[in-house]
C-alpha cells in the first residue's frame, strides 16, 4: 500500500497518508488564493481514517464557500497549512498537495470555482471545470413599520 507524508516547511508537522487519495481538485476560490497565497491551490483528499497527524497544529476555522465550516491545521513555527478537515465531507480530510514535496503526484482531476480563476491560468483540455456557486445568502432583516 502506498504512504505518503505530507509535512510543513520547517518538518515539525506532518501527516502520513495511506492508499490513494479519492480525490483531487484545482481551487481557484478567492478563499484559497488568500490562503496559499497563489492563483489557486490543489487540494488532495483521502479518508480521514487514512491520515495519521505527527506534531501540533493550530486550526483556524471559517465557513466554506459551500456553507459548512472547514478547519484548517497550520504549524504553529512556520505557519504552513498542511490539510485541513471540511464539515461538509466529514469522511475527508483534505491536504495540500505541495505539502507533499512530490513532482511526481498525480495532477487535479477536476478544477473548481473556475468563475474566480486568473485569466492566464489554463487548464489542460480534458480536465472537468466547474464553476460553483456560493448559496444564496440570506435576506437582511428589514426593520418594522
Known sequence: MTRRLARCACGALELSCEGDPVRSSLCHCKDCQRRTGSAFSVAVFYPRDAVTPRGTSKTFSRPSLAGPAVTFH???????????????????????????????????????????KHAWVTLPPDMPAFDIQPPPRPAAPTAAS
Open 74 to 116: 497550520f504549524c504553529p513555527e512556520c505557519g504552513s497549512n498542511v490539510w485541513w478537515a471540511p464539515a461538509r465531507m466529514p469522511e475527508r480530510i483534505g491536504v495540500a498537495l505541495g505539502a507533499f514535496a512530490d513532482p511526481g503526484f498525480a495532477p487535479p482531476e477536476q478544477s473548481v470555482w473556475t468563475r474566480d
